[in-house]
Each structure stands twice: as structure tokens, then as C-alpha cells.
């Protein structure tokens, strides 16, 4: 396969600070607004007092839940402003404008809110089981997706060796270098937000719903975008929602840039997860049955609770032909800071203890951990879990080239008495949203070629830095002979663009990138039709290279000439791509359906040196390989995985957000520890190009899969140096002492 | 006809002061930047010296020819900073910016330019004939047109009286209370102009010429327009570039806003012509030739000389049936300040020539005026001077309705000594561009219905203030049958919405308004398909009306409920209409052709007090009718109307920019006189609805005409109460004192 790649248009913009950020936006009259923040996990508010604050100087108002001009919570039920009763400690309460944000933020202390305590619950297995402390509805469930497929009673039955492993995951976050952070601007009878968005088109509609104002009325236009990994979607309306309530009362812009302690106080968080499983195989290896038991906990508020769980439901029981299948895995209600979907969602969950057990189930069959993947591994036409029949799988493809790039070998001690050994994973991973979404997964796309040549894309897939965007361009330019140079994308602004849906589900290239296929296809059809009338040569005959039309060889005109001809004679050089995901589909009933067009599969090996000492674990090699079908740049597709892995080394080690009695204690990078290029060092990102997708243009998603192998290749790699079994994550230096401590009284006995 | 009309979404934002105009626009770093121009009608520039005025507190840079990073010369041929030799007194040799407008309007004082002043031209017949002085190429002629039908020597033979007589028309400007203003914005490798203008694409692609860029990375963002009146295009490309060119020079945000005496000095003018008119006919009043010849001024630049001199070629004959006809007009390069498009562009300086020849010929024949118009007009099926066939000719009833609401009755001697009486004047006027234009005539617009059933339009026809907004919003709210409430017009930007053509030919409501209808149509014909799919209805019985969708009189659903309904099944609710008017042509070698898809046609009648002491015309009664077949707004139809007589006031009566040798006199609103309110309050605007146009909207365009019909009316209400005919204008109070002289003199005699 070929390495090429190319530059992205954006990275000069960035990397000379130009690029101008949500933040770096002033516009004249522009007010600063904070939020002040109930302290308390669950309370009533009894009431607000803004008289002091009012007075001090700048202030240009206090804003309380019943300022929001419309409806006070978004599509995922959370207050914009809490009114009566707060769920969380962090949920906002009020918001002070003033002329500056010290001013702001000065006010913001003397705003005096008295609150009435009211009882609470954090974990969410007691949530649903003691209903002492209901927090919505009847029973705390904000959510629960079943599977179920075959029998697992007869199956377990069939079995010979059952093993039932609990394994649980962390509260982590979203982290990007950007906080949340939007500009809401008055004009026209509505409003202009400025905002980093990863789904410009659901925050334009939540605006509307949350300003009172038609969808016709809600602009949302995307400067650059420092990060998302999954976020800067919930939040944001959050954010703009207040910084639009300032400016509509007041008539004049206004910004909210929360600060680090603020994303993390009220920013949402990825779903810890509790799950049981239980597997039973036949001696030979063969798995017979599977049920998983999981409990997440959603926090306050449901957000996109659904959706996280729904995921995590359908890929439980990990890439392998399993006759019986039974799934339930709930998200309950509490207290603590809200969950919501984060780079990857449901699988890294799943797949850390999925694959964590097959590790274990190969061990305790005295099989290699290898050979027991492939025995059970789902192959072209096999049936999954939620009954669908798949097709172009190249999970063996993806084992062999791991077996070839990454033999386990045996754990050993290093000279430095470090325990160093290696372990494995796989997954497969669904491709964008799945039956579990409401809307049809429609990108729509506008090409348009300028009179001289030069073109422009219209999308509101987002470049919050994965390099969609030069992905979208190579497309464009490709479909039209033109170099790369030629094509800019417009800035995403949802009083324009297409609606090409979120930049979510890993869908970008898949769903945007064949969208802008045929929108440039479309556009070169109809230029040809122009070339040939002019020129006489049949317009299948056309072909479109190297920045000029040719028929038969001979060429007819340049591309730029293509282009002036048709503005001359009113040929329209622009046109919609609209790319239709094929349907997928749920039998509640039966707990089996489509429920992804497709699926893409990758394999992980992760070389671990344990230091005994410490408790660190240094991950010295770890090779990810995805098949993501046509590449369309190389470079970039090993950044995203290279990006996603380096995620879910600090999913896998270090991050964790965890409130003690609902309250956050980790509130910056000092305690909440990211991975560093330090950390990264053994990182070998490999996308594989073995099976060309069922899309015109035969593209996998990327974007999230390379989160999701890390922390169970880590832990079979674990497990094979101490011979101890770590099932919660993260693996802190604490924990990883312990095991060694385990380990070592182990050796001894 | 209903008189029936509805309010403009702009008023309010414009009332209250929100409207944000280009030069309420300010940005982080943005410099201000001011011309230095040359004083001389004609030199060569030897040396420009800067180092003063870079000394200077605040000046970020002193910019001259050689820093315009494209071609340094708009499309008109005219350089956006004198090169080498400056033709015309105003012209700017170099661009001074600082961090505020005073620093660099001090600096610029300080620019020390050295000319070595050249031989000039100032009038444009001289120009022609005696070339001592060649500005261009070996003749100084700018552009002529010419249309021949019949054999005129001929006619005249035939004819029982010859008339021959001249006229002159006088520089005006456009005097838009707002003057012409640029805030260029350097982004993304490319250039974002922010400027009031009528024709947002070609200032863009002009802009891409001037600036080197290519048309993808040129962005014109169009903010609120404080008028056009035919301006708005050729000078914003002069100030946008000289912004521009500081902007890319120095990667900051440059604004720069032309005073109102800059905008005099070197703003576009419209062509000052004199008309020699021929006329021979029957002694019963049966005109058997015309002859005209005419040479207008262009100015330094050519500019839109060559559509003005068109036009006023094919309608200098008038809307009479003429068997013989030859017209010949020239326009001529001097050095004086540059002519340019007006609002009417060529057709008020000939419809005052023709329509004061019609009353002369009258009163030598002994006929009543109405009456000899009546039996040479141009019916139903005739052949106008250009050949081409006629059909829905209005005319007749235009002049029907003339003669019932505006008797001419006898003129008379108010008890004040005041001399009044009554004079009337009729038109035909071209369509849209014509066959002068070298693209053919398209607009392209963009309809799209939010999930919520709110409505955005995408045009770049320009809302100048005419109502052009309003009226596209009807088209489509009645398409769609939703209240206009529901719809809006995105603003205008280059980057995203779909090419719309000019605002310009009174093409605003004739292709905007088509186009919008067929993309809303579009849309409704793809939202009824979604509807019968869902309900069983036929979708061709479907009716969009009262914002609900019914068939055989059953509602079915909202319009609401239907827009959601595609969204979540992906049915698109976006469509672009493209509206391509009907070919015209022009064959040169015959001189005859098709010169415009169709004409429109009015009549008006003045009645005029003449104060014998001060000279002063007071228009007392000014009824102006125009039949724009179907009408969409009835107030703002009437407005329009208004607008343009209250203009066409003005240069009938009080302004001129006449330059003293190729130096501008009139500098300022204290010696450019604009009429007031007060000098309409005898304006009677009439819209009529007679014929519907030949377009599916049945629309005529309304803008320009009501320019051309005030100056020969008033004309031959002066000459009916003096018995003085004045050929020159404006009828100044010294003129009409002269006048007064005379007919007293000859009233005596």
C-alpha cells in the first residue's frame, strides 16, 4: 500500500497563531459572563440574591433560570440554569455579565444563592436498587439497552469451564487544550453564536429550542477548534445558551470562556461503567455462551446516555460467532457530575472487559490468547451478537498482520528488575451512529467551482483537528482533477452550509467524505456536459486530471477554462452530495437487529515494563492496527490512531475524575493527570488497508476505535509480567504496587 | 387592484440603530487607511515620499501602485492607485495607514508626491475630434453604439417638418447617505471584505483580480447598505482593494470609509450627454424619421460606459413606432472625473432629449402632446427602432390612465404672480441587462426549510434599501404558504450564497424574485412528495397554504410537522432556482437586434409654479405612473417610484458636479443640492398592474424607471407656462430667471 499523504490547509493557520479560536473573538459592547455554581450535590434553591453583586462596578446584569428566553433545558434534560432544584454540585445557578471577566467574576462571589440540602445517592447500583433517593421518574433508570441472542442457559449448560469476572471503568474527560466556550452575538431578531462545535447543526437546534427563537434565527458559525475527543457538543449548548440568554436581555455580545476547573466542575464526563460477565467454553476453546451485566452511571442528567449505552449493549461481547448472547447493561441516575458521550463511546468500556476476559478465559484453558481470539472470531458471513449477518470482515487479516508485527513472547525481568511482557486485544467497532439513533444518517455536502477554477466545499463536518477537512479536499480534488491547492473548505456557519450531521460515530471521512464525492461528481458531470457542447467530444468521454479536461487522450481545455466557460454561458458549477447511510434497525421484541451498516475491525499489542518500585507501568511498544479500507492520507490516519491511542493511555494509567460524595476533587491537570509525548514514545500506529468498506468510496472510520484496544492489551500485558489480574481501571501506580506486592507473595508461595 | 402590502423585516433593525453598516464594523488590530490623491486633472507621477509620513505617531505603512498585490486596475480599466500618470484630478496615487483614522488622515498630509503636469482634455466632443490630447489608445473614443432601422434620408424626405434640437445633460452622483467604505480582513490565506454593494460577485471576483487571489479565498460579506442609487460596485472595488492591499501587506484587519467629499472627488459620476435630435414629420403628426446623435462623457476611465451608452442607444427614439431611425452615441475619455452607471443608467438622459423633442414637435405641428404620442406610440405587435417586435405594450393604457388623472388643462398666472402650468412625458425602458452584457443573465437562489418549519432565503440580490428582501420573502412565503413572519434572507456572502447577478437593470424583483419562486417551488413539490408518502394522499392534490398542507380540503398536516418529518427521514427541504432570462441579441452589422427580453412602460404628468423672482420650479403635482404588471408589494412599489422621482427632482432641478477644468467644484451636500421632503410633497406615485409580465412571477422591474420620466415632464410644463423651452439641464434658478426674461421679453414683443 502506498504512504502517500499531504498537508493540511489548517495547520499553517495554527501553528502560526492566526487561527482565531472561539476565545480570541472580541466584538465591540462585548460583555464577559461567569457562572456562579451550587456547591452542593442535591439542593433546593431557596433563593438568589444578586442585590451586592449588581452594585459593583461593570456589572451589566445577574441572570437566574427564569432569564433563559425559552425552554430551560437541553435535548438531554439538563437546566441551562438550575431553577428549583440542583442534581449536581457544578450545575450553574446564575450568571453575571459585567464589561470584563474580572468583573465578572468579582460579582459572581456576591451573589448570595441559599440553598436547602436535600438527601442524595451516588452509586449507581444502589440507585436502582434502593429507591430511597429518586432523582426522576419512578426508579432512577435513565436508560438500558438489551441483547439477546440464542440461549445462554443451554449454552452455559453446554460448557465446560464458566467463569464470571467483574470488571470496572473510570469518570474520565474530554480534555481538549480548548475549554468550552461561546460568543453570542444579537442581530438580525436572533442569534449569532460563535462557538468549537462538533455538530454545529444539533447546537443551532438546541439554541433555538433554548433561546425561544425559530431555527431560522440561530446562527452558529465555527472558528478553529482546539480539540473535541468527543466533546464540545452538550456542554457547549451549556455554555452558549448562557452567553445567549446576556445577550438577548441585554442586547449586546457576550462571551463565556469556562476555565479549566470549570470544564471539569460541570463539563461532562465519559460513563464509568460496572460490568459483570459471565463466559463459558468448551475445553477446545469454544466459546458457548456470554451474558453481561452492566451498570453505568449517568450522573445528574441523561444527556446522551442512550447512545453510550446503546453502543456498549451491541458491542459487549467483542468480535466473536457466539450462539448465545444475553446483554443488559442499565444507566442510572445520581448524583454525581453527568455523564455523556467521549471519544469512543460505550466501546472502551466494553472492550477493556471483554477483552480483559477472553485473555482470562485463554488462561485459564491453558490456550494462547491468540489462538483462542481466532477459534471464536467472527469471519465473512458470520452471524454477531444482535443477529446480523457480517460481511467484509478482516479481523483475520488484522490478527495475522499482528502476529506477524507483534509476537507475545515470554514475560520477562529486565536488568533494571523491571517485569516486562507483552499482551493483545481486538475489537470491532460499529460505524457511525447505529439503529439507536432518531434521525436518518444523512451528510449532505455543497461543491461549488469558482469561474476561475479555484473551489469550495461546504460542510459541516467539523475540523476540530483530526484533518476531516484536507480529507474532504483530497476527495474534491481528486473527483475533479485539480490539485489539493485548489480546494478550500468555507467555515462552518449553519446559516449556510448543509447539514452533514455530527462529527461523531467516527463518520467524518465515511459519511462527509462520500458526501463531497458526489456532490464533486455531480459538479464534474455538468461541466463536462458544458465541454463537450463546446468542443464537440461526447461527454463520457471527458476525463478530468492534472487541472485540465482530455477526450481520448487529447486534451480540451484547462480546468479553469471549464469553469469560466460554464459562468459564461450560465452552466451551474455547483451542486448538493447528499450521502444516505444505509438503514439500520432495532427488533425491540427480539433484542436483535441491524444495528450498524457496517462494522470495521483492529488489533493492538502493548509491550508493558513494570516497575516494581513505583508502580509505573511504562508501555515500551504498542503497535495499533486498524483496517480503515481506502486511506485517503496516510499521515493522517496514523495521527488519528496515534491521537486515540495516546486517549486511552491515559484512560488505561493515569486519568480519573472522581467525585467524592458528588463533589470533583480533581478540578485541574495537576491532579488530573494526562499523558504527555513522554508517554507516548512506544506508540506504533498502523492503519491497514485490507478490505475496501461497501461505501462509494470504500472508507472505514478511525476516529474512534484506537481508544477502545489500549486498556485491555495493556492489562493482558499486565497479567502476563506479574501474573496478576487488573480488572479496574485506571491502572494507577497504587494499584500496580499492589499487584506487585500480590505477585510477589504469590512467586514466594 | 388590491392596494395591499406588508411591512420590511429591516425597518425595524434600521430604525432602532441596530443595523450595523461597514463602517460601524471594528476588529481586533484593524487599521484605518486614507488616499492620497493627486490635485492635477492630468500628471505624471515622479517620486512619492513617505519617510515623513512613516515617522509619524500610529502609521503602520504608506502604500503606493506598486504594493496592490494583483493587477492594479478594476475590470473598467481604471488603476486602484495611480501608477505612472493620474488622468483625472482625485485619482489616489497612494494609501497612508495607521492605528486610527486622525493619525493616518495626519500622516497622509505629510506625503510629499511630485507630478510633472501633462497636457489635458475636458471636453468630450473635443476630445473626439481634436486629438492633440489621447488619453487611450488613438482616438480617445471610450465606446459608441449604434442602431439603424429604416432608411432615415428617406423619411426625412417624406416628411412635411424637420426639427432639429439639443439637448444637454449634467454630471450627477449617486449620494448615497452612506459612502463608500471597505473593512478588509486577512483569513485563511485569503482576503474577507466587508462592504455595502450591489453587486457582492463582482466585487469579489474584481477583488481576486486586484488582490492576486483566487475566487475561492475571496470572501464579500455584505453588512447593512445605507443606499446604492446605482453606485455601490465600481468605487468599492477601489476602496476594498486599497484596504485590501493594507490588510494582505500587513496581515491586519484595515478599514477605509470615504468621506463624503472624497466620495465627490473621485467617486463615479453619471455621463453628462449632448443630444442632437432630428425629427421629421407629417404635417397630421405621423413621424417619418429620427435622427440622434450623441456624445457623452466618460471621464478618465471607462468604467460601465459601454452598457450606459447601449441603453441610451436603444431607447433614444422613445416608445414610438418609427419606420426610420438611425442613432449614433459616442462616449469620450477627458480628464475629467470618471462616469459610471446611475441608478436608470443612459435612459434619463435620452427619455429628457426625446420626451422634450415629442411636446417641441407638438406645438410646431399645432397638436395636442398627448395626442401626437398617442398616434406614434408603439401597440401591441409593433416594431420598435431596434426591430425587434413588441408584445404586452402597456403604454396605451399607461396613457389612458395619464389623460383621466392628470388633465392638462391651460396653463395660468397664479393671484401670486406664479407661473403654472401642466407637461407630461412617457417612456419605454429594456429589462435587465440586455444584449450589452457579455454573461448571460442569471440569478441563482437558494431556499432552504429548517426541521422547525422556518424558512431561510440565499441570494445575493443586495437589500439597498429598495425592498428587495421583502418582496423575495413574499414570493416564497406565498409559495410555500407560510406567513412571512416565518421567512428570512440570510445575509449576503460571497463565500455561500449562490450568485444572484446585480442588483442593477431593475432586475432585483424580475430574476431574484423568479429565481426564489422556482427554488421554493422546488422545495414545496419535495415536501409534498414526503407528505403523500406518509398520509396516502396524492402529492399532486396537496396545497400549501395557512401554513398547513391539505388535499381535497383535509388538512393533513403543519408545515411545521411536515419539515420535521423529512428531516428525520432525510428528505431534503433545500433547492436552488436558477432563473436564465430570455436570450437577447444584437447584431452589429445590421445595427438591429433583440436588444432586451422585454420592456416596461409608464407616463407622468408635472405641474409646475414658477416663481418669477427667484427662478425657483416648484413641482406642485408629479404623478408618475408605471405598470410593473404583477404587484408584490403595493407601499413599497409606491416607494420605489417615489425614491426614483425624488431623484430624478433633483437632477431636473439642483445638482450637478461640474468640474472647472477637470477640477470638481461641488465638494459637499452645501453646493450639491439634494432636494428634501420638501421638495416632493406633490409626488404621486402610482403602480399599475396592466400587463402581466412574461415572466411566471408576471413581474416588470421598477427601480430605474421612475428616474427618466421627471426632467422632460417638467420640461414641458416649463415650456407650456413660459413658452420657453429649456434644453439644458438642470433648470437651475439662474436659467429659469433667463427664461423668465425672455418669455416677459417675447410676451411684450
Known amino acids: 500500500m502506498e504512504k502517500t499523504g499531504f498537508c493540511r490547509a489548517d495547520v499553517l493557520e495554527k501553528l502560526t497563531g492566526a487561527a482565531k479560536y472561539a476565545d480570541d473573538l472580541c466584538f465591540p459592547r462585548m460583555l464577559h459572563a461567569v457562572t456562579v455554581r451550587s456547591p452542593h450535590p442535591r439542593a433546593r434553591i431557596l433563593s438568589v440574591d444578586a442585590a451586592e453583586a449588581l452594585r459593583m462596578p461593570g456589572v451589566a446584569g445577574v441572570y437566574t433560570a427564569k432569564d433563559v428566553p425559552g425552554v430551560n433545558q437541553q435535548p438531554g434534560d439538563k437546566p441551562m440554569l438550575a431553577a428549583d432544584v440542583s442534581n449536581s454540585a457544578g450545575d450553574g445557578v446564575a450568571v453575571v455579565a ?100 462538533k455538530f454545529p447543526f444539533n447546537i443551532k437546534k438546541s439554541l433555538a429550542r433554548t433561546c425561544g427563537l425559530p431555527q431560522n434565527c440561530v446562527r452558529v458559525i465555527q472558528p478553529a477548534v482546539g480539540g473535541s ?75 446522551r446516555s442512550l447512545a453510550t449505552i446503546w453502543r456498549a449493549a451491541v458491542e459487549a461481547a467483542g468480535p466473536y460467532e457466539i450462539e448465545n448472547v444475553r446483554t443488559h447493561i442499565r444507566a442510572a441516575f445520581t448524583n454525581n457530575v453527568y455523564s455523556d458521550a467521549v471519544r469512543g463511546f460505550g466501546s472502551p468500556q466494553v472492550d477493556f472487559a471483554s477483552e480483559s476476559l477472553i485473555d482470562e478465559l485463554a488462561c485459564e484453558l491453558g490456550l494462547d490468547p491468540l489462538a483462542l481470539r481466532r477459534k471464536n472470531m467472527v469471519r465473512e458471513g458470520s452471524t454477531g451478537a444482535t443477529g446480523q449477518t457480517l460481511t467484509r470482515v478482516s479481523l483475520p487479516q488484522c490478527l495475522e498482520r499482528l502476529e506477524r508485527e507483534f509476537p507475545l513472547g515470554k514475560p520477562e525481568v529486565t536488568p533494571e528488575g523491571k517485569y516486562r511482557a507483552r499482551g493483545i486485544a481486538c475489537l470491532h467497532r460499529g460505524e457511525s451512529y447505529g439503529a439507536a439513533a432518531r434521525d436518518a444518517d444523512v451528510a449532505g455536502t455543497d461543491v461549488r467551482v469558482q469561474a476561475d477554477g479555484s473551489v469550495n466545499i461546504y460542510t459541516s463536518i467539523s475540523e476540530v483537528g483530526q484533518g476531516t477537512h484536507a480529507v474532504m479536499a483530497k476527495v474534491c480534488a481528486d473527483v475533479l482533477g485539480v490539485p489539493l491547492s ?13 447539514d452533514s450531521g455530527a462529527t461523531a460515530g467516527s463518520r467524518g471521512t465515511i459519511s462527509g467524505g462520500n458526501a463531497v464525492r458526489l456532490a464533486a461528481e455531480a459538479v464534474r ?99 495499533c492496527l486498524h483496517d480503515i479500507g ?14 486515540g491511542v495516546a486517549m486511552a493511555l491515559g ?27 513522554m508517554d507516548t514514545k512506544g506508540v506504533r500506529a498502523l492503519p491497514l488497508a485490507e478490505e475496501q468498506a461497501e461505501n462509494p468510496l470504500g472508507v472505514h472510520g478511525v476516529g474512534e476505535a484506537s481508544t477502545a484496544l489500549v486498556a485491555p492489551a495493556v492489562a493482558n500485558a499486565v497479567y502476563r509480567a506479574l501474573g496478576v489480574r ?24
Not at 473548505?489 to 452550509?497: F, S
Request: proline share 4%; with cysteine; net charge negative.
Open 98 to 197: 459585567a464589561e470584563t471577566r474580572a468583573q465578572a467574576e468579582a460579582a459572581a462571589k456576591l451573589v448570595k444563592v441559599k440553598y436547602d440540602l436535600l438527601p442524595t445517592v451516588f452509586d449507581p447500583e444502589k440507585a436502582l436498587e434502593d429507591k430511597t433517593v429518586v432523582l426522576y421518574g419512578e426508579d432512577n433508570l435513565a436508560c438500558e439497552h438489551i441483547v439477546r441472542k440464542g440461549d445462554v442457559d443451554a449454552g452455559f449448560a453446554g460448557a465446560d469451564i464458566v467463569l464470571e469476572r467483574t470488571y470496572t471503568t473510570q469518570r474520565i474527560q474530554h480534555s481538549a487544550i480548548e475549554g468550552d466556550v461561546a460568543v453570542a452575538v444579537p442581530e438580525h431578531g436572533g442569534i449569532t453564536v460563535y462557538a468549537p462545535c
Open 229 to 303: 475527543f468527543g466533546g464540545k457538543d452538550i456542554d457547549i449548548v451549556v455554555v452558549a445558551t448562557r452567553a445567549a440568554t446576556v445577550a438577548l436581555r441585554t442586547g449586546r455580545p457576550c462571551k463565556m470562556a469556562w476555565t479549566r476547573e470549570e470544564c471539569m466542575l460541570e463539563g461532562t464526563k465519559r460513563h464509568p461503567f460496572r460490568l459483570v460477565y459471565k463466559v463459558g467454553a468448551t475445553r477446545d476453546g469454544k466459546i458457548t455462551a456470554m451474558q453481561i451485566d452492566g451498570v453505568a452511571d449517568a450522573g445528574a442528567y441523561r444527556s
Open 486 to 498: 485548489r480546494v478550500t473548505i468555507c467555515p462552518v456557519d449553519t446559516a449556510y452550509v448543509p
Open 525 to 623: 458531470d455538468g461541466m463536462a456536459n458544458a465541454a463537450a457542447k463546446e468542443t464537440g467530444a461526447a461527454a463520457e468521454d471527458i476525463v478530468f486530471a492534472d487541472g485540465k479536461l482530455s477526450a481520448n487522450g487529447e486534451a480540451l481545455m484547462t480546468f479553469g477554462q471549464a469553469a469560466e466557460l460554464c459562468a459564461l454561458t450560465g452552466v451551474r458549477t455547483d451542486a448538493h452530495g447528499q450521502w444516505v447511510a444505509p438503514r439500520t434497525s432495532w427488533d425491540f421484541e427480539r433484542a436483535q437487529g441491524k444495528t450498524y451498516y457496517a462494522f470495521s475491525y483492529g488489533a493492538a499489542g502493548a509491550e508493558v515494563e513494570i516497575d516494581p518500585v513505583t508502580g509505573k507501568i511504562e508501555v515500551t511498544d504498542l503497535l
Open 630 to 643: 481506502k486511506i485517503v492520507n496516510y499521515p493522517e490516519a496514523c495521527g488519528q490512531i496515534a491521537g
Open 651 to 677: 484512560y488505561t494509567l493515569t486519568e480519573q475524575a472522581e467525585p467524592e460524595n458528588g463533589v470533583l476533587k480533581t478540578r485541574n491537570f495537576n491532579t488530573y493527570l494526562l499523558p504527555t509525548m
Open 726 to 749: 487488573l480488572r479496574e481501571l485506571p491502572f494507577t501506580l497504587e494499584k500496580v504496587r499492589v499487584a506487585v506486592e500480590q505477585a510477589r507473595k504469590e512467586e514466594k508461595a
